[in-house]
């Protein structure tokens, strides 16, 4: 191969190749280490091909089945819904692990507090008693708000306890174990009570839940490169709560981001009391501009979600409270047409209009869909019979309605949807 380069110099084209090097580093092309992590492999593993061949024929079918030898990333639009609850207890360290290691590129951390205030990850407040080991803690057990009052089948009473994070302090909870949630409400022992785990989840990882606090999850989250979406649980105590206030606790939750030095834009802080959303927007602009409005509506009197005039405020004025994101349930989002089409629901048509971020929860938390999909698909019942209509329903989301990203409870299926659809992932 001739070169037009003299033989005499070429002892310089090392260093000039170094040079290259590095303003190639400097020019905004190479990786850096917040970008490789973006980019860090997922183990999707076989439940996504699971669903697929349960699939009718269709375009769907085949575009996902051509996707199956593919390498899968870490993805925006999947989020680890209580980490992954499918099949390790929930906002446990080892659910979150699972929800990073297939994919999710934001994790969730539901956020209450201890009687001493400390930030813990529960999805509620008092739910130890199903999702914990503590009624199998004697001294523990006798500080819970309702200890637990064994079944009683002759007279129709079912079993009952209600412990809560406000019962103990933080030094406390960390004793316990996480375990699936769920009761056994026909149980006339403890021992039975702890067994009522649904039978579409497994206890095969649920023995040793190491439960986390709110800051421990943000430096999990932090190591893995992974965003972070809090949601502000309701207290189940009187607020004040020993002078904590609500707003107190609101800002609390992101000020252990700002002293572990997360940015704002890393984090979706949520609620479903639009007063906590509010207030972040008013006090903490820069985590306000990604806070995440729960709506929890559907509770309302008279709620219809292809009725405009049945839900206030609309949507528009949600927007110019300056509210960005919005994440309804799954249902809410989609309806029926006359063909027993899946398609958008009018609420869907007044988000997108209105220019919110829509983001939507939860998948695969229903169970198999064979009968249905209960709660979570109720406006679309009559199209769900097989577990694979979540790829179905998923498509929908993603394509007509557009959403940024979907809860799942097992978050491989839908990164392995965002990166067979080459869907972006990364929010703004």
């Known amino acids: 191969m001739q070169t037009d380069f003299p033989k005499k110099y ?3 084209l090392p260093l000039i190749a170094f040079f290259l090097q590095v303003a190639y580093s400097y020019s905004g092309v190479a990786d850096t280490a917040a970008n490789l992590k973006s980019k860090a492999v997922a183990q999707v593993g076989i439940r996504p091909l699971f669903l697929i061949n349960e699939m009718q024929e269709s375009e769907l079918k ?5 996707c199956k030898d593919n390498v899968f990333y870490r993805s925006d639009f999947s989020i680890g819904h209580r980490g992954a609850a499918m099949l390790f207890p929930e906002h446990t360290k080892e659910s979150y692990q699972a929800a990073i290691d297939s994919g999710a590129g934001i ?3 539901d956020v209450t507090f201890t009687s001493d205030k400390a930030l813990v990850c529960r999805h509620s407040q008092c739910d130890l008693a199903t999702t914990t080991n503590i009624l199998a803690m004697p001294a523990l057990a006798e500080q819970c708000s309702l200890p637990f009052s064994p079944a009683d089948p002759v007279n129709g009473i079912a079993a009952t306890a209600k412990c809560c994070t406000s019962d103990i302090t933080l030094a406390q909870f960390k004793t316990l174990k996480g375990k699936m949630d769920g009761a056994n409400l026909q149980a006339t022992t403890v021992e039975e009570y702890l ?22 999850s943000i430096t999990m989250f932090k190591n893995a490169g992974v965003k972070m979406t809090p949601e502000l649980k309701a207290a189940s105590v009187q607020m004040p709560f020993n002078g904590f206030s609500q707003d107190d606790y609101a800002q609390k939750m992101l000020n252990e981001y700002l002293s572990a030095g997360v940015p704002a834009a890393q984090v979706y802080p949520q609620s479903f009391n639009l007063e ?11 985590f306000g501009k990604h806070a995440v409005f729960l709506d929890g509506r559907d509770s309302d009197a008279g709620f219809n979600p292809q009725d405009s005039k049945t839900w206030t405020p609309s949507m528009a004025q949600l927007k110019s409270q300056g509210i960005e994101y919005i994440a ?3 249902w809410m989002l989609v309806t029926l047409n006359s063909a027993g089409e899946i398609i958008p629901s009018e609420y869907a048509n007044a988000a997108k209009a209105a220019e919110l971020n829509i983001i939507a929860w939860s998948l695969e ?9 209960g709660w979570y698909y109720q406006s679309i019942t009559d199209a769900i019979n097989n577990d694979a209509d979540v790829l179905t329903l998923l498509d929908v989301l993603a394509k007509d309605i557009a959403v940024v990203g979907v809860f799942s409870d097992w978050p491989a299926t839908v990164t392995y949807y965002a990166n067979c659809m080459g869907i972006n992932n990364n929010h703004k």
Not at 195 to 216: F, I, K, N, Q, V
Not at 276 to 286: P, R
């Open 107 to 109: 994790v969730e951390c």
């Open 276 to 286: 906590d959303v509010n207030y972040w927007i008013a006090n903490n602009s820069a």
């Open 10 to 12: 070429w002892f310089l």
């Open 328 to 330: 309804p349930p799954l």
């Open 195 to 216: 067994t009522g785990t649904p039978d579409w989840r497994t206890d095969l990882y649920s023995g040793t839940g190491t439960l986390m606090t709110h800051a421990e």
């Open 365 to 373: 938390r229903s169970g198999l869909l064979a009968n249905g999909g």
């Open 62 to 66: 085949t575009k996902l089945e051509q």
